[in-house]
């Protein structure tokens, strides 16, 4: 199937964020010419300010054994064994504290905790070992033209390449989703997101503790120790007046804050890292494919930060889209056809859509006010932390993908 002109690729990624690059290398797996495109140099898609972990659960882990690249992942990493999740709402109806143990699913643990520098470094170090990987950073599409058979994409450097298949891998504004005319539902939460890590002397162990406030959560995640202290990553959603104001206080009122509101359980902070800040949304997509045109990761949704989602929900799409390029490989078929779009959107819209229906219903009842809704959460937690069953269950839901288990899962 690999094309030999020079600007014919058979698959153009658009976006080599951690989900554009993990796609690139399950492609690279096949005989099949493929084209990353970025419009940042690649020192700038490497070295990035965000000083936050990311949660990869099992089946994400299961993609990077599948491509050999664990190892380099697990040296850099916290395995989380433990989630403490502890209602500071402060309000009248106030849940019990509930914790989930990967030992009650038998498993060592739930998710490795990754420096999100770590993840894109990890990733990019390992392009250059695929021959049929050509990287085109520092440029994008400016023009998108459909032909019988393919798509013509015009780059902003003026080189004109030739692809049947474009995987929008391009994040939140993606314009690969702009091109293939597909419509967003946007909600907008009132809320900002911090993430950012640092540094203090008392070790959380191997377990996350979620504080539940009235603005959203406030989530410490242990990261790996350096070789003096102990660093934890922080995921701390406000209103976005209180977020600004949080992001400049001076360094050592912020330690403060921190502190009092974790009950000082991480001892004294120091060296707080860059605070990365993220309006919150719930985006989600009419269709996910159109026109040769394939919506992965943030491209094609956002959820708010909660139950660590978002990322592993593009980890299987990535894998989900590298099982219908296989197909289309074996069967000699068009990797870019109408089937192909309706497969894909198939296969990937009951998981989309319930993640993003449970993620939001999860941040709205920490918002809300109403008192029926504060009595259900209330309950519902409740009911969790009394029943086992009930906590497997809800762990096994977060943890394993809706739908079919694509080869890089298995
Ligand atoms: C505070 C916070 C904590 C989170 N924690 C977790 C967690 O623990 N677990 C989890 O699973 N998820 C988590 N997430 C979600 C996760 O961060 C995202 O799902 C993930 O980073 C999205 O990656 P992406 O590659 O799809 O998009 P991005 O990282 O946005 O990458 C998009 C890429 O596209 C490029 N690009 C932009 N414009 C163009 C263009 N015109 N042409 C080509 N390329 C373009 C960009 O330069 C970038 O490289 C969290 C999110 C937040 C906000």
Redesign the pocket.
Known sequence: MKNSNINQYDIVI???????LVQALLLAKHDIKIAI????PLEA?TKVDDT?N??LMQSSLKVLKYLGIFDKFYTKSRPLKKLHIVDATNRLLRAPEVVFSANELDIEYFALNVPMGAILTTLCAELPKHSNVTCLFNN??EKLEQQTSSMALTLSDGLVINTKLLIG?????S?ARKFANIDITTKLYPQT?L?FAFKHDRDLGDFSVEFHRKNGPFTLIPMQNPEKGFQTSL?WSESHQDAERIKNLPKPELAELINKISNGIVGKITEIGYIAS?PLANIHCSTYAQDRIILV???AHILP?IG?????L?FQDAAIVDDLVLNSIKTDSDVGSDLVMKQYTKQRKMDINTRGKATDLLNISLLSNFIPMQFARGMGLFMLQKSKTMRVKIMQKALHPLGRTPTSML
């Open positions: 658009s976006g080599a964020g951690s989900i554009g495109i970025d419009p940042k898609i936050r990311i949660a994008k599409i891998a391009d994040g939140r504004n314009v997101a993430g995921v993220f990761g943030e491209a930060p660590a989602q978002g990322m592993n593009g």
